[in-house]
């Protein structure tokens, strides 16, 4: 039986301190998406050839270290860069290999990443004014580390043509989908997804990360206002009360907060009492009316819409999803009517 010839190369770059698992999970996604095509369209079916990629070791670029497609010519077509298991890759450690990616998108390569992978696709300099995302946890280091990229952490995938970047850890499901999808179809897609039981594409990560509040900007007299606001739950934030705590004037205060933060305070003081929303509803059978008022929002529809913004959820579908019902077990009997009268 003739072997079908791959049409795309989907190289898989193991950089320092790459997460092998993800490595070998792509390979074993894309060799299932190869099998469910096969076995649909035969053997003249399309076929995606799957590389994987590490930097020489005189700093020149990088080679095949592994190939589905021994022998076959070409360039890769695609390039992924996969998460980091601790810790994003330095600037140094990055520089060959950043290299030699821009070399290969020149060459027209699609250059890809998931999760702390974004942090070596933006030392190629190729996400100056490009939309790209991270895990959330890794944001303010992106943002400190890249400020030209146009970050946006909601997002699970940003596909942006020649440039794809994947939010969270295990996000290389979704890269590797939607690369299924471009190379084999929205059929394939949903199939390949089907059989190995992960959601297809279309997932945000605002749904699942956790606010994570600049810090270490320096600024004392905001600092000494996020520690109020921590300390209070936001309660009776106004613009003057924080300005006045901060002993500043209302205007300088703005300026120096949104500086400090990159939000506004009415936005920072929204994310802090909808995380407290988040863990009550994850951990509680509370009222959704009941969780409002505890969180500071005396109209249950104000909320609502607060929560729906920041998480992209309702708060009875984020109850829903990552609720004690959601997991299976820890509701007690005296709460299960609760739980449900509370939906």
């Given amino acids: 039986m003739t072997k079908p010839t791959p049409f795309a190369e989907i190289a898989i770059l ?23 095509v096969h076995r649909r369209l035969g053997d ?35 390039i992924v860069m996969p998460p980091a298991v601790i810790a994003p890759i330095t600037a140094d450690e990055a520089a060959p290999l950043a290299r030699w990616l821009r070399e290969r998108h020149a060459r027209g390569a699609t250059l890809a990443s998931v999760c702390a992978g974004a942090f070596l696709l933006g030392e190629t300099g190729l996400l100056e004014g490009r939309p790209a ?42 890269l590797g989908l939607k690369l299924v999808d471009r190379l084999l179809g929205p059929t394939a897609m949903l199939e390949t997804a089907r059989f190995l039981l992960v959601d297809p594409p279309g997932r945000e990560q605002r749904h699942y990360s956790v606010f994570s509040p600049k ?8 600092l000494k206002v996020q520690h109020w ?74 909320f609502r819409k607060v929560f729906l913004k920041v998480t992209g959820l309702a708060p009875r579908e984020y109850r829903q999803r990552f609720g004690l019902a959601a997991i299976g077990e ?5 709460d299960a009517g609760r739980l449900q009268a509370s939906r």
């Fill in 14 to 36: 193991l950089y320092p301190g790459a997460q092998l698992g993800a490595v070998h999970g792509l390979t074993d996604l894309f060799s299932v998406a190869n099998l469910i």
């Fill in 44 to 78: 003249g079916a399309p076929r995606i050839r799957v590389s994987h990629w590490r930097g020489r070791e005189n700093g020149a670029g990088a080679e095949r270290a592994f190939d589905s497609d021994p022998g076959a010519s070409g360039d890769p077509d695609f």
């Fill in 133 to 174: 995302t991270t895990h959330w946890f890794y944001a303010n280091d992106f943002a400190d580390r890249f400020p030209n990229a146009r970050m946006d952490i909601d997002k699970l995938v940003i596909d942006d043509g020649d440039l794809i970047t994947a939010g969270g850890l295990m996000a290389w499901t979704d």
């Fill in 229 to 302: 606001l921590q300390a209070t739950g936001a309660r009776d934030a106004t613009l003057e009360a924080m300005a006045d705590k901060a002993g500043l004037e209302p205007r300088t205060f703005l300026r120096r907060f949104h500086k400090a933060t990159g939000l506004k305070p009415t936005e920072y003081c929204q994310h802090l009492r909808v995380g407290k929303a988040r863990e009550l509803l994850e951990t509680t059978t509370r009222p959704v009316e009941q969780i409002a008022w505890d969180v500071g929002y005396e109209d249950p529809g104000s």
């Fill in 330 to 334: 820890g509701v007690p009997p005296e």
């Fill in 215 to 222: 810090l270490r900007h320096g600024d004392e007299a905001v």
